[in-house]
């Protein structure tokens, strides 16, 4: 029986950032792996191989509809399905490598297996059994699906079954438009399928500023995606080759079907904690199957916490990774400090979609006096050079201190472009602070400046 100050059970980005943050603060650490390969859900089958399956197909729509008015002229390049595949699979080689390696080191145990926790201090993988001072539950989530939808991953598939399909099918239609089903929408879309999204509600991406939401479906819909929007998804029937989605339009209650080669179903996820033996330990969960934890992280178990999309809050990688270290700050007896207000998300089509803090809709109910400050990327120098001039920056500011509350992004870059105002409105900074600090031309983040300054006296370029 192997002793550790921690046991982390879980290797994706909260995980394997917890690991080393404690390691660094001298504690004797492992992690329990069941997967081949560390990096979990997002390193594997999620952020990491999408991104290089939206960058390719990204590469293929620029050479097919701007290379030519650049004078870059020739055949446009054909689709090798299987090589970019194999790019994808190099990727995330790359990555989990590089996981595995910051193990080493940082002297961290890899305990290979699935966990589970017997008892408060005691971690068993396989027939072993270790001991630990604290458990850090960082198991991650699973694709959710619905009633009378049986995921094959072959024909009904989840975003981990469409990273590996064996060809680029004609029809596909994606159940769900959040960030998932978007995304791979895109992807397909770019490699020749007809992609027709069908969405429960009447707008796209839930929660999102409402103005974003507008002009990202628009764009989607120029790309070439098909929308079907208030559709109640009943059934998927599927053959080895082909399915029929069954769906009602809850505005008249009419039945429709839609035939595809492939069905992605993307309809969010859940936390996966089965086999852990939490019941029987007697930690407590919220109603939606979370771990509950209080603001150190822990759970009512004491020394046992959780982290990540175990627990509530956006199932992002990065907010896994703020709670890793500030579980492991706290373990380590210091304060560990994660800023739910600042959590950017990003969507990573084309253009892409940031945002962080309040929408004006949030700010509205809450009865919040705001102002808001807007600049199109019509406006910005770079982005019409570059063929990626849709879209535009919103920043929120309040109506009498001007310190920002939020900010709204769809254009070229957004999700990098989203950072500088995290970083602002984690100093408290006004709108007025970041209008007032100069911005390398031309660059796509003068759009930000000139959307702070549109908070005040006015734009200058629009």
Same mark, same amino acid.
Request: net charge negative; glycine share 12%; hydrophobic share 40%.
């Given at each position: 029986?192997?002793?550790?100050?921690?046991?982390?059970?879980?290797?994706?980005?909260?995980?394997?950032?917890?690991?080393?943050?404690?390691? /660094? /603060?001298?504690?004797?650490?492992?992690?329990?792996?069941?997967?081949?390969?560390?990096?979990?859900?997002?390193?594997?089958?999620?952020?990491? +191989?999408?991104?290089? &399956?939206?960058?390719?197909?990204?590469? &293929?729509?620029?050479?097919?509809?701007?290379?030519?008015?650049?004078?870059?002229?020739?055949?446009?390049?054909?689709?090798?399905?299987?090589?970019?595949?194999?790019?994808?699979?190099?990727?995330?080689? /790359?990555?989990?490598?590089?996981?595995?390696?910051?193990?080493?080191?940082?002297?961290?145990?890899?305990?290979?297996?699935?966990?589970?926790?017997?008892?408060?201090?005691?971690?068993?993988?396989?027939?072993?059994?270790?001991?630990?001072?604290?458990?850090?539950?960082?198991?991650?989530?699973?694709?959710?699906?619905? !009633?009378?939808?049986?995921?094959?991953?072959?024909?009904?598939?989840?975003?981990?079954?469409?990273?590996?399909?064996?060809?680029?099918?004609?029809?596909?239609? =994606?159940?769900?438009?959040?960030?998932?089903?978007?995304?791979?929408?895109?992807?397909?879309?770019?490699?020749?399928?007809?992609?027709?999204?069908?969405?429960?509600?009447? @707008?796209?991406? !839930?929660?999102?500023?409402?103005?974003?939401?507008?002009?990202?479906?628009?764009?989607?819909?120029?790309?070439? &995606?098909?929308?079907?929007?208030? %559709? %109640?998804?009943?059934?998927?029937?599927?053959?080895?080759?082909?399915?029929?989605?069954?769906?009602?339009?809850?505005?008249?209650?009419?039945?429709? =079907?839609?035939?595809?080669?492939?069905?992605?179903?993307?309809?969010?996820?859940? !936390?996966?904690?089965?086999?852990?033996? &939490?019941? @029987?330990?007697?930690?407590?969960?919220?109603?939606?199957?979370?771990?509950?934890?209080?603001?150190?992280?822990?759970?009512?178990?004491?020394?046992?916490?959780?982290?990540?999309?175990?627990?509530?809050? !956006?199932?992002?990688?990065?907010?896994?990774?703020?709670?890793?270290?500030?579980?492991?700050?706290?373990? @380590?007896?210091?304060?560990?400090?994660?800023?739910? $207000?600042?959590?950017?998300?990003?969507?990573?089509?084309? +253009?892409?979609?940031?945002?962080?803090?309040?929408?004006?809709?949030?700010?509205?109910?809450?009865?919040?006096?705001?102002?808001?400050?807007?600049?199109?990327?019509?406006?910005?120098?770079?982005?019409?050079?570059?063929?990626?001039?849709? $879209?535009?920056?919103?920043?929120?500011?309040?109506?009498?201190?001007?310190?920002?509350?939020?900010?709204?992004?769809?254009?070229?870059?957004?999700?990098?472009?989203?950072?500088?105002?995290?970083?602002?409105?984690?100093?408290?900074?006004?709108?007025?602070?970041?209008?007032?600090?100069?911005?390398?031309?031309?660059?796509?983040?003068?759009?930000?400046?000139?959307?702070?300054? %549109?908070?005040?006296? $006015?734009?200058?370029?629009?």
């Amino acid at each position: 029986m192997a002793s550790y100050d921690v046991i982390i059970i879980g290797s994706g980005p909260g995980g394997y950032v917890c690991a080393i943050r404690c390691a /660094q /603060q001298g504690l004797k650490t492992a992690v329990v792996e069941g997967r081949d390969t560390l990096g979990g859900t997002c390193l594997n089958i999620g952020c990491i +191989p999408s991104k290089a &399956l939206l960058h390719a197909s990204h590469m &293929l729509h620029e050479a097919e509809h701007n290379f030519a008015t650049m004078g870059l002229k020739g055949k446009s390049p054909s689709v090798d399905w299987k090589q970019m595949l194999q790019y994808k699979s190099d990727t995330i080689g /790359q990555n989990t490598k590089g996981v595995e390696f910051l193990f080493k080191k940082n002297k961290i145990d890899w305990l290979k297996g699935w966990g589970s926790i017997p008892e408060a201090g005691k971690v068993k993988v396989g027939d072993e059994v270790h001991e630990a001072k604290a458990i850090v539950i960082a198991s991650g989530s699973e694709p959710s699906s619905l !009633p009378g939808v049986e995921v094959d991953e072959k024909v009904v598939v989840t975003s981990t079954g469409a990273l590996e399909l064996g060809k680029v099918p004609k029809k596909m239609v =994606v159940i769900g438009a959040g960030v998932i089903g978007l995304e791979l929408g895109s992807v397909y879309s770019r490699l020749g399928s007809d992609v027709e999204v069908i969405e429960f509600l009447d @707008a796209i991406t !839930p929660g999102m500023d409402g103005e974003v939401q507008k002009q990202f479906k628009k764009i989607l819909t120029k790309q070439g &995606l098909k929308f079907t929007m208030g %559709a %109640a998804v009943q059934k998927v029937e599927a053959t080895k080759t082909k399915a029929k989605v069954h769906y009602k339009l809850r505005k008249d209650d009419s039945d429709h =079907v839609a035939d595809a080669d492939v069905v992605l179903v993307a309809t969010g996820r859940k !936390p996966y904690t089965d086999g852990l033996g &939490l019941d @029987a330990l007697g930690v407590e969960m919220t109603k939606r199957g979370q771990v509950q934890v209080d603001a150190h992280w822990q759970t009512n178990v004491p020394g046992i916490y959780a982290i990540g999309d175990a627990i509530e809050g !956006p199932m992002l990688a990065h907010k896994a990774e703020d709670e890793g270290v500030a579980a492991a700050d706290t373990i @380590a007896g210091k304060h560990g400090h994660v800023n739910y $207000g600042v959590i950017p998300g990003v969507i990573y089509t084309h +253009p892409e979609v940031a945002n962080v803090g309040a929408t004006e809709e949030t700010l509205k109910e809450a009865g919040h006096a705001f102002k808001v400050g807007k600049f199109s990327f019509m406006g910005n120098g770079r982005a019409k050079a570059n063929f990626s001039a849709d $879209g535009f920056v919103k920043i929120i500011a309040d109506a009498a201190t001007d310190r920002i509350l939020g900010a709204h992004i769809i254009g070229p870059g957004a999700g990098d472009l989203i950072h500088e105002v995290c970083v602002a409105m984690e100093f408290g900074a006004s709108a007025e602070d970041l209008a007032m600090t100069c911005h390398a031309h031309p660059t796509y983040s003068e759009a930000v400046r000139e959307a702070a300054l %549109a908070c005040g006296m $006015g734009a200058i370029h629009m």
